[in-house]
């Protein structure tokens, strides 16, 4: 299949250099909507309209149906309540919400200092040496594990030793590990087009290398870093299979801490998965209201990255 694709692309390529050349031979410097040319042209455009309405369909079609399933539990009590017991209808996912919170935010304390202080050293101090060269091959490697080996790696490291057991903070590092990359690579290329001249100019008057990235290139980059870490922060909030080895599941309230982060915690992205497989209408329906709200988390986070990119990076 690539191989003919590439090969469309190619006959195509030709045949309206070919075009081309026949249109220009007439010298005529106005555009007819009757050539050859301008229907080849029309033909093309209408194709990749095409090709983008197909790539909308499945966005649109995920939101329409979850939100139509999920809009119907929408309530107060959704959000103040406990989980039901099997068969009950009333109740709410009010902990799985906490829960969420709690990890994602104990992933982005972890991941966000690292990610950005090995961006910070990649990109203003390593010059690339062989240091950065493995860093970002290994940052590139991490980016495409599958999340469940991030869970048992977690597992293996806090869970199976018994440093912590299944808790809010296992599965606040099964996250960091799965955030750490975008955060870095994104955060890498921010501090990349910031122009060079910017740091000549601090340079110029004095500065300290340390004095220019904290005062001048760190703040022209603070959208695009931003951006970086609410992608991260949603990818994260909607992982299930790292969560399931470390944080386990709950349906009590967390414990005030610290030894609610001691404890197993309930989350929105393993409710889903407990209740939709069970065979309980009212929790299939909390499941849905879990779902809706985990689309709406994953939308809010993606329209805030676009609007923090809106300001100029420099």
């Known amino acids: 299949m690539p191989f003919v694709f590439c090969f469309i ?43 983008m309405i197909v790539t909308l369909i499945p966005l649109f079609a995920v939101l329409i149906f979850v939100g139509l399933q999920g809009f119907r539990q929408i309530n107060l009590d959704l959000f103040t309540q406990l989980p039901p017991p099997p068969g009950l209808s009333e109740g709410g996912i009010a902990n799985a919400i906490i829960g969420t919170l709690i990890t994602v935010t104990i992933g982005a304390i972890i991941s966000v200092p690292f990610g950005v202080l090995a961006a910070v050293y990649l990109s203003e101090f390593s010059r690339d040496n062989q240091v950065a060269k493995w860093v970002r091959f290994a940052t590139n490697v991490l980016s495409g594990v599958p999340s469940i080996i991030a869970g048992v790696f977690a597992y293996g490291l806090l869970v199976a030793t018994g440093i912590v057991g299944f808790s809010a903070i296992a599965g606040g590092v099964a996250l960091a590990v799965l955030m750490l990359p975008t955060i870095v690579r994104t955060t890498d290329e921010a501090l990349q087009i910031v122009p060079q001249d910017v740091r000549w100019a601090a340079f110029g008057i004095g500065a300290y290398n340390y004095q220019t990235v904290l005062k001048v290139v760190l703040p022209a980059a603070i959208p695009s870093i931003l951006t970086g870490v609410t992608l991260a922060i949603a990818r994260a909030a909607g992982e299930t299979a790292p969560l399931i080895f470390t944080a386990l599941y709950s349906n009590f309230w967390p414990s005030p801490p610290p030894k609610g982060f001691l404890e197993p915690i309930a989350t929105l992205s393993v409710l889903v998965y407990n209740y939709a497989i069970v065979p309980f209408k009212p929790q299939q329906e909390l499941a849905w209201a879990g779902s809706l709200i985990l689309v709406l988390l994953v939308l809010i986070t993606s329209v805030t990255a676009r609007l923090a990119t809106r300001q100029k990076t420099y």
């Open 9 to 51: 692309l190619t006959v195509t390529f030709i045949l309206s250099r070919y075009l081309l050349v026949m249109e220009n031979k007439g010298l005529s410097l106005k555009k007819k909507p009757t050539s050859s040319r301008a229907l080849f042209d029309s033909f093309w455009t209408g194709i990749a309209s095409l090709c």
